[in-house]
């Protein structure tokens, strides 16, 4: 018998047996009282606390669980990092490990450049790119994640039918287990999968109905008519134009000057990223209520049947052959990264747009009542009511996000298992791999890595908490 | 006035005006919404859809919707066959089976005349389907038949239950006794019992992923469902939860017990716990997901011992040994969500609305 | 009621030098009571002078700082709540929201570990004796607050108990049912003759259903007494403005030999028992000044403001020197502001404190 062994035995007995018969001794219980009887023997170890040390006594006795599973279960292993890292060899036996002082982290910092992981040891390697690749993916995820779980709350949060519905909808793969979703992700993306398959299908349609005679011409007008109905739509309200409308128009124009590349009429190339500005600039410009906005738009529609009459309809939608992507393994292309971030958004979105909508339901509506009185522009409202008074539930949702995405490990090790080669390796894989994936695993290397883990994380939170220093709550 | 900022500041409820007409703001708000909710089911759904076709269909990756499978005779001495539809020059149609190798043309013969082999051009052949639901994806590795004995579903089905319902049931007690304590009594040393766990709050799991792996090791507990099921019991996000809720219970409540004689475990298990009950199935629904779900931590205490392994560690190791057999794994998968999704369908409204309101991850 | 058999008795209740403290602040300062068995004791005071401390003292739902507690003769201090024999009704009422009336009364008996066809009938007799049976089925939440009084003081009732306590029982009802409830628990207690303490802030509440008040500020009993006495001979001038309503007029002036001079110009013989010299305050109730509606009278006032409430007139006037009087006339009179009026003072209806508060005996 082991001494935990003993020690279970032990407790079970006193607990059980002797619980059992203190309280047969000071208490009847009648037969329909066993229920009872078993409720006040659970709570042995309190209702024995009462009678020996009074009132006084129980809060230790109901915290004593709870604080022996985080003694042993958090504080302890937090503290045995520091002394595992200090050690060396295989051996799962805390006496039986080798003092080997600084030599793990010696290892993770032996780089002849410390910006190229390829110039570290091994272990430094490992460490290095899981760092840099987690870092580069907490960088693009956290601000990605946060922006769609506000906007998905403002809009869930919206006088819409069935509100209800959409907020489930959004929770729901928040209750998916990450294998569930590896698999689900997996079948989709597979080379041959539903994604390859409708993307292939729309572009050889595309090609097809762009090979038509006529086409650009049809399309002309089509575009035409839909660019004037919208611009009349955005400037048909007296009190400046509108902003929804806009926003659309805004849109088209983008994608227009994308398929005319009038940059390249000067040899440059670039024409997407001026189409954004060109529509965010018409944007801004209509919900600040700027001056000149309704001039912007007019100018932005004239310059638009320009560069409609530019376009030529059938080369822009002639797409030729889809050749299929092998979305999670082929290596350079960023795809695997990318889906990694899109599956980690779409399965934890719809958690923290939960937290965004209770904060911003908490907002009193009469303060937007008060400020339509005032003639707020909607657009200032939100500037000025929504987002100040959402900060503290954003700083919060910024952190619990910023948390999670470093300690991203199960998406990864399902999804491309940190390939392809070690595009997506994140340093929570490494600690797993180096520890316990490993013929000959190094539990002093990884617990070193932890530490190096939990303070960057320290730091990453601290700065964000200091950033949003005014707003947080926390 | 701009309605795409009306929509961004306002707040629920806001304007009975707005149900008058849809303006462009309802259209871009309701297609943010329809996009975003295909997003989230399709692949959920092409899952389920695919899941149910039989295994030439997945592994000829089928884009249709229906579960479409070919047909296959026992033809008289020559075996079981697929059956083809051969469409003649005239338009007449006839069904057939291969008779020889699939070539540019292919010997076939007619199933009711098996002896009459006629060649005729591959592309006047197409498959005789019927439309019928792969039965056998789900049943094969549940009952262990056609060779499937890898997957040891009630195993893991019995370990993930277990797991989840004698880990929910312990994070329930245990944090319930502690919230009780910091809510409802004054003693010595609360204030450091509380900064205590919200210490434990701010670390993350896997960085003590290692250390914890030894403490595991040294209680013997290490390779046993125990092992996952005790060290995230008590849950810090648990404690202020329900400490939270327990802090709105009139402290007047406990005193009329204690005049009434109860002791106070009875005050906590009559009163106490009645009670909190909305918050204690908040922290139990977020319990049984952390639970149900949970990955890293029982791959690393269990995947010596098939015998312990969780529905989560199967379906991993049953993907990773038949790479090639989607239909099963794709069956398998749909069998893991279900529970959840039918916990989520049932309890939808309370569950999104109960963690808004009180629960923080 | 028999005096002498008291005597032989223990009193139900006795404090001695109770004190308590809550980390450095001090709450109570020494209390000293005796409560007899089937009296009606109300602890009246502001809020903030100890009165719901000290029945939560009795009560056992806090432990004394120093001092005793005996029931019957015994000491209590280390006996918990629930063993002392008491039953408190509560404030918010403290009903277990997720229980059913019935539960409600049945838990304590319960957890007596009672026989159940004990508690039946315990739970019947309460329940008839004050008309909640139709409710036993409902939980608290679907009663009024007139209803969910009667279940808190019926599961004060069911445990049968030595004490009742009552904390400001009545503070949540509306007026109304304020005074109809106000009887009822003075009905309860000519019916069980068990010792009641009832703590208020509400003097009238006090004045009605005690049979003797303890008058309570900052930790330290003022003054004990039956609800006349103390009304008619208060100790000092905080118990006499704490009882009656309008508050009792207070008059300063100086006092030598026994003619007092106020500042408002009055200037009386007072029986004083000690003549002597210093300041003083006068004080009379309102209901005791008399009004003279042809402007003759001992003094000369100018009506500031007035409530004709119909059976009663209060008048709210001024001295000459500011000092303001009100006075509570038993009819209705025709009055106008700024009007002069003549009030007489009788030298009977005097009370008289000295300059450390402390009523001054009168010869009569």
Same mark, same amino acid.
């Given at each position: %018998?082991?001494?935990?062994?003993?020690?279970?035995?032990?407790?079970?007995?006193?607990?059980?047996?002797?619980?059992?018969?203190?309280?047969? &001794?000071?208490?009847?219980?009648?037969?329909?009282?066993?229920?009872?009887?078993?409720?006040?023997?659970?709570?042995?170890?309190?209702?024995?606390?009462?009678? *020996?040390?009074?009132?006084?006594?129980?809060?230790?006795?109901?915290?004593?669980?709870?604080?022996?599973?985080?003694?042993?279960?958090?504080?302890?292993? &937090?503290?045995?990092?520091?002394?595992?890292?200090?050690?060396?060899?295989?051996?799962?036996?805390?006496?039986?490990?080798?003092?080997?002082?600084?030599?793990?982290?010696?290892?993770?910092?032996?780089?002849?450049?410390?910006?190229?992981?390829?110039?570290?040891?091994?272990?430094?390697?490992?460490?290095?790119?899981?760092?840099?690749?987690?870092?580069?993916?907490?960088?693009?995820?956290?601000?990605?994640?946060?922006?769609?779980?506000?906007?998905?709350?403002?809009?869930?949060?919206?006088?819409?039918?069935?509100?209800?519905?959409?907020?489930? %909808?959004?929770?729901?793969?928040?209750? *998916?287990?990450?294998?569930?979703?590896?698999?689900?992700?997996?079948?989709?993306?597979?080379?041959?999968?539903? *994604?390859?398959?409708?993307?292939?299908?729309?572009?050889?349609? %595309?090609?097809?109905?762009?090979?038509?005679?006529?086409?650009?011409?049809?399309?002309?007008?089509?575009?035409?008519?839909?660019?004037?109905?919208?611009?009349?739509?955005?400037?048909?309200?007296?009190?400046?134009?509108?902003?929804?409308?806009?926003?659309?128009?805004?849109?088209?124009?983008?994608?227009?000057?994308?398929?005319?590349?009038?940059?390249?009429?000067?040899?440059?190339?670039?024409?997407?990223?001026?189409?954004?500005?060109?529509?965010?600039?018409?944007?801004?410009?209509?919900?600040?209520?700027?001056?000149?906005?309704?001039?912007?738009?007019?100018?932005?529609?004239?310059?638009?049947?320009? %560069?409609?009459?530019?376009?030529?309809?059938?080369?822009?939608?002639?797409?030729?052959?889809?050749?299929?992507?092998?979305?999670?393994?082929?290596?350079?292309?960023?795809?695997?990264?990318?889906?990694?971030?899109?599956?980690?958004?779409?399965?934890?979105?719809?958690?923290? &747009?939960?937290?965004?909508?209770?904060?911003?339901?908490?907002?009193?509506?009469?303060?937007?009542?008060?400020?339509?009185?005032?003639?707020?522009?909607?657009?200032?409202?939100?500037?000025?009511?929504?987002?100040? *008074?959402?900060?503290?539930?954003?700083?919060?949702?910024?952190?619990?996000?910023?948390?999670?995405?470093?300690?991203?490990?199960?998406?990864?090790?399902?999804?491309?298992?940190?390939?392809?080669?070690?595009?997506?390796?994140?340093?929570?894989?490494?600690?797993?791999?180096?520890?316990?994936?490993?013929?000959?695993?190094?539990?002093?290397?990884?617990?070193?890595?932890?530490?190096?883990?939990?303070?960057?994380?320290?730091?990453?939170?601290?700065?964000?908490?200091?950033?949003?220093?005014?707003?947080?709550?926390? | 006035?701009?309605?795409?900022?009306?929509?961004?500041?306002?707040?629920?409820?806001?304007?009975?005006?707005?149900?008058?007409?849809?303006?462009?703001?309802?259209?871009?708000?309701?297609?943010?919404?329809?996009?975003?909710?295909?997003?989230?089911?399709?692949?959920?759904?092409?899952?389920?859809?695919?899941?149910?076709?039989?295994?030439?269909?997945?592994?000829?990756?089928?884009?249709?919707?229906?579960?479409?499978?070919?047909?296959?005779?026992?033809?008289? @001495? #020559?075996?079981?066959?697929?059956?083809?539809?051969?469409?003649?020059?005239?338009?007449?149609?006839?069904?057939?089976?291969?008779?020889?190798?699939?070539?540019?043309?292919?010997?076939?013969?007619?199933?009711?005349?098996?002896?009459?082999?006629?060649?005729?051009?591959?592309?006047?052949?197409?498959?005789?389907?019927?439309?019928?639901?792969?039965?056998?994806?789900?049943? @094969?590795?549940?009952?262990?038949?056609?060779?499937?004995?890898?997957?040891?579903?009630?195993?893991?089905?019995?370990?993930?239950?277990?797991?989840?319902?004698?880990?929910?049931?312990?994070?329930?007690?245990?944090?319930?006794?502690?919230?009780?304590? !910091?809510?409802?009594?004054?003693?010595?040393?609360?204030?450091?019992?509380?900064?205590?766990?919200?210490?434990?709050?701010?670390?993350?799991?896997?960085?003590?992923?290692?250390?914890?792996?030894?403490?595991?090791?040294?209680?013997?507990?290490?390779?046993?469902?125990?092992?996952?099921?005790?060290?995230?019991?008590?849950?810090?996000?648990?404690?202020?939860?329900?400490?939270?809720?327990?802090?709105?219970?009139?402290?007047?409540?406990?005193?009329?017990?204690?005049?009434?004689?109860?002791?106070?475990?009875?005050?906590?298990?009559?009163?106490?716990?009645?009670?909190?009950?909305?918050?204690?199935?908040?922290?139990?629904?977020?319990?049984?997901?952390?639970?149900?779900? @949970?990955?890293?931590?029982? !791959?690393?205490?269990?995947?010596?011992?098939?015998?312990?392994?969780?529905?989560?560690?199967?379906?991993?190791?049953?993907?990773?040994?038949? @790479?090639?057999?989607?239909?099963?794994?794709?069956?398998?998968?749909?069998?893991?969500?279900?529970?959840?999704?039918? #916990?989520?369908?049932?309890?939808?409204?309370?569950?999104?609305?109960?963690?808004?309101?009180?629960?923080?991850? | 009621?028999?005096?002498?058999?008291? $005597?032989?008795?223990?009193?139900?209740?006795?404090?001695?030098?109770?004190?308590?403290?809550?980390?450095?602040?001090?709450?109570?300062?020494?209390?000293?009571?005796?409560?007899?068995?089937?009296?009606?004791?109300?602890?009246?005071?502001?809020?903030?002078?100890?009165?719901?401390?000290?029945?939560?003292?009795?009560?056992?739902?806090?432990?004394?700082?120093?001092?005793?507690?005996?029931?019957?003769?015994?000491?209590?201090? /280390?006996?918990? $709540?629930?063993?002392?024999?008491?039953?408190?009704?509560?404030?918010?009422?403290?009903?277990?929201?997720?229980? /059913?009336?019935?539960?409600?009364?049945?838990?304590?008996?319960?957890?007596?570990?009672?026989?159940?066809?004990?508690?039946?009938?315990?739970?019947?007799?309460?329940?008839?004796?004050?008309?909640?049976?139709?409710?036993?089925?409902?939980?608290?939440?679907?009663?009024?607050?007139?209803?969910?009084?009667?279940?808190?003081?019926?599961?004060?009732?069911?445990?049968?108990?030595?004490?009742?306590?009552?904390? +400001?029982?009545?503070?949540?009802?509306?007026?109304?049912?304020?005074?109809?409830?106000?009887?009822?628990?003075?009905?309860?207690?000519?019916?069980?003759?068990?010792?009641?303490?009832?703590?208020?802030?509400?003097?009238?509440?006090?004045?009605?259903?005690?049979?003797?008040?303890?008058?309570?500020?900052?930790?330290?009993?003022?003054?004990?007494?039956?609800?006349?006495?103390?009304?008619?001979?208060?100790?000092?001038?905080?118990? $006499?403005?704490?009882?009656?309503?309008?508050?009792?007029?207070?008059?300063?002036?100086?006092? +030598?030999?026994?003619?007092?001079?106020?500042?408002?110009?009055?200037?009386?013989?007072?029986?004083?028992?000690?003549?002597?010299?210093?300041?003083? /305050?006068?004080?009379?109730?309102?209901?005791?000044?008399?009004?003279?509606?042809?402007?003759?009278?001992?003094?000369?006032?100018?009506?500031?403001?007035?409530?004709?409430?119909?059976?009663?007139? =209060?008048? =709210?006037? /001024?001295?000459?020197?500011?000092?303001?009087?009100?006075?509570?006339?038993?009819?209705?009179?025709?009055?106008?502001?700024?009007?002069?009026?003549?009030?007489?003072?009788?030298?009977?209806?005097?009370?008289?404190?000295?300059?450390?508060?402390?009523?001054?005996?009168?010869?009569?």
């Amino acid at each position: %018998m082991t001494p935990a062994g003993f020690t279970v035995a032990f407790a079970a007995l006193f607990w059980g047996l002797g619980g059992a018969i203190w309280l047969l &001794m000071r208490r009847r219980y009648t037969l329909r009282q066993i229920p009872q009887f078993f409720m006040d023997l659970l709570g042995f170890p309190v209702e024995l606390a009462q009678s *020996l040390f009074g009132r006084a006594g129980v809060p230790y006795a109901l915290l004593l669980p709870n604080m022996l599973i985080f003694g042993f279960f958090t504080f302890l292993p &937090m503290i045995l990092n520091f002394y595992v890292s200090f050690t060396g060899g295989a051996s799962i036996s805390l006496f039986d490990r080798p003092w080997v002082g600084l030599e793990k982290y010696a290892d993770i910092f032996t780089c002849e450049n410390y910006l190229s992981p390829k110039s570290c040891s091994n272990p430094g390697y490992n460490f290095w790119t899981g760092m840099f690749n987690t870092l580069w993916f907490v960088l693009i995820q956290v601000p990605i994640l946060c922006v769609a779980a506000l906007v998905t709350a403002l809009v869930v949060n919206q006088n819409i039918r069935g509100r209800g519905f959409w907020r489930a %909808m959004f929770f729901y793969p928040v209750m *998916l287990s990450p294998v569930v979703i590896a698999n689900i992700w997996n079948w989709v993306l597979h080379r041959k999968g539903a *994604l390859n398959a409708s993307v292939g299908e729309a572009r050889d349609a %595309m090609t097809g109905l762009a090979g038509l005679s006529g086409f650009d011409m049809v399309a002309t007008v089509i575009f035409a008519v839909i660019l004037l109905v919208v611009s009349e739509r955005s400037l048909r309200s007296n009190d400046g134009p509108s902003g929804s409308w806009t926003a659309v128009f805004g849109v088209l124009i983008a994608m227009l000057v994308y398929w005319s590349q009038p940059l390249s009429l000067i040899g440059l190339p670039g024409s997407g990223w001026l189409g954004l500005a060109l529509a965010g600039g018409l944007y801004w410009s209509v919900s600040t209520g700027q001056s000149f906005a309704r001039m912007a738009i007019i100018g932005a529609g004239i310059l638009a049947v320009i %560069m409609l009459l530019m376009i030529q309809f059938d080369a822009v939608f002639s797409f030729g052959r889809y050749r299929p992507i092998n979305w999670l393994v082929t290596p350079n292309t960023g795809w695997p990264f990318f889906w990694l971030v899109f599956v980690f958004c779409w399965s934890h979105m719809g958690f923290y &747009m939960l937290i965004l909508l209770a904060g911003l339901q908490a907002i009193p509506s009469d303060l937007y009542e008060a400020a339509k009185m005032d003639a707020t522009k909607p657009f200032r409202a939100f500037y000025r009511i929504t987002l100040p *008074l959402i900060m503290p539930t954003l700083t919060v949702v910024l952190v619990l996000s910023l948390i999670r995405s470093f300690q991203i490990f199960d998406e990864v090790y399902l999804l491309t298992g940190g390939g392809p080669g070690r595009e997506t390796f994140m340093v929570v894989q490494n600690i797993y791999e180096v520890a316990f994936a490993n013929d000959h695993p190094d539990y002093g290397q990884a617990a070193a890595g932890s530490i190096l883990m939990a303070i960057v994380i320290a730091v990453f939170t601290f700065f964000q908490l200091w950033l949003t220093r005014r707003q947080s709550d926390l | 006035m701009s309605r795409l900022t009306t929509f961004l500041s306002r707040t629920a409820g806001n304007g009975p005006d707005r149900a008058e007409r849809i303006g462009i703001t309802d259209v871009l708000a309701y297609s943010y919404l329809f996009f975003g909710v295909l997003i989230i089911l399709v692949p959920v759904l092409w899952t389920f859809f695919s899941s149910i076709k039989s295994d030439t269909a997945v592994e000829s990756f089928d884009t249709r919707l229906a579960p479409m499978d070919q047909i296959s005779e026992m033809i008289e @001495d #020559v075996g079981e066959k697929d059956v083809w539809i051969y469409t003649a020059e005239d338009g007449s149609t006839q069904l057939v089976y291969k008779a020889g190798p699939t070539r540019k043309v292919t010997d076939v013969a007619p199933v009711d005349d098996p002896g009459a082999v006629f060649k005729v051009p591959r592309t006047s052949l197409a498959p005789h389907e019927e439309m019928r639901v792969a039965v056998e994806n789900y049943l @094969d590795p549940i009952l262990k038949r056609n060779g499937q004995d890898n997957f040891h579903f009630f195993t893991y089905l019995y370990n993930s239950v277990f797991v989840t319902v004698i880990a929910t049931m312990v994070t329930l007690l245990i944090n319930a006794m502690a919230a009780f304590a !910091l809510s409802k009594y004054r003693f010595r040393g609360r204030l450091t019992f509380t900064i205590l766990i919200v210490a434990t709050l701010l670390i993350p799991s896997s960085i003590i992923l290692v250390s914890l792996f030894f403490v595991v090791w040294s209680f013997g507990l290490f390779g046993s469902l125990w092992g996952v099921i005790i060290p995230a019991a008590a849950t810090p996000t648990g404690v202020f939860l329900l400490r939270q809720y327990m802090l709105t219970i009139p402290d007047e409540l406990l005193e009329a017990a204690r005049m009434d004689a109860a002791s106070e475990w009875r005050i906590f298990w009559r009163i106490i716990i009645p009670l909190s009950l909305p918050a204690l199935s908040v922290l139990a629904i977020l319990s049984v997901i952390w639970r149900w779900n @949970d990955f890293l931590w029982p !791959l690393i205490v269990l995947i010596s011992d098939p015998a312990s392994h969780t529905l989560q560690l199967g379906l991993t190791q049953f993907a990773g040994e038949f @790479d090639t057999n989607f239909h099963y794994i794709l069956a398998m998968t749909v069998v893991t969500l279900i529970p959840i999704t039918l #916990v989520f369908v049932w309890l939808q409204r309370f569950i999104t609305t109960g963690i808004a309101t009180t629960g923080l991850k | 009621m028999n005096d002498t058999s008291h $005597a032989a008795k223990a009193p139900a209740l006795q404090l001695s030098d109770i004190r308590k403290s809550f980390g450095t602040v001090d709450v109570i300062h020494g209390i000293d009571l005796e409560i007899q068995e089937g009296e009606f004791i109300v602890f009246v005071g502001p809020s903030g002078c100890g009165k719901s401390t000290l029945l939560r003292l009795i009560a056992g739902l806090d432990d004394p700082t120093s001092g005793d507690i005996n029931l019957n003769g015994k000491r209590v201090n /280390t006996v918990p $709540a629930s063993e002392r024999g008491l039953s408190m009704v509560f404030q918010s009422y403290a009903l277990y929201p997720h229980m /059913t009336v019935g539960q409600n009364l049945s838990f304590g008996l319960e957890n007596l570990r009672m026989e159940r066809a004990e508690i039946e009938r315990r739970i019947n007799d309460a329940a008839t004796l004050l008309q909640i049976d139709h409710l036993l089925g409902r939980r608290p939440g679907q009663l009024s607050g007139g209803q969910r009084q009667r279940v808190a003081i019926g599961r004060a009732i069911v445990r049968e108990p030595v004490i009742f306590l009552f904390d +400001e029982p009545l503070s949540n009802l509306d007026a109304e049912l304020r005074l109809q409830m106000r009887v009822e628990i003075s009905d309860l207690h000519s019916k069980l003759k068990n010792t009641m303490i009832y703590v208020t802030h509400d003097q009238i509440e006090a004045m009605t259903m005690a049979d003797r008040i303890v008058v309570l500020r900052g930790g330290n009993i003022e003054q004990i007494g039956r609800p006349l006495d103390l009304y008619n001979h208060p100790k000092n001038k905080f118990v $006499a403005g704490f009882l009656g309503a309008p508050q009792m007029n207070f008059l300063e002036g100086t006092l +030598e030999g026994n003619v007092i001079s106020l500042n408002c110009g009055m200037v009386r013989d007072v029986p004083v028992a000690q003549p002597g010299t210093g300041k003083v /305050t006068l004080g009379i109730r309102p209901e005791n000044i008399h009004v003279n509606l042809d402007g003759h009278g001992d003094e000369t006032v100018t009506v500031q403001n007035y409530e004709q409430l119909g059976a009663v007139t =209060y008048i =709210y006037a /001024t001295f000459p020197n500011g000092d303001t009087l009100t006075v509570q006339h038993a009819h209705q009179i025709p009055l106008q502001r700024g009007q002069e009026l003549g009030v007489s003072f009788p030298s009977e209806a005097f009370h008289l404190f000295g300059e450390d508060d402390a009523s001054m005996e009168l010869t009569r």
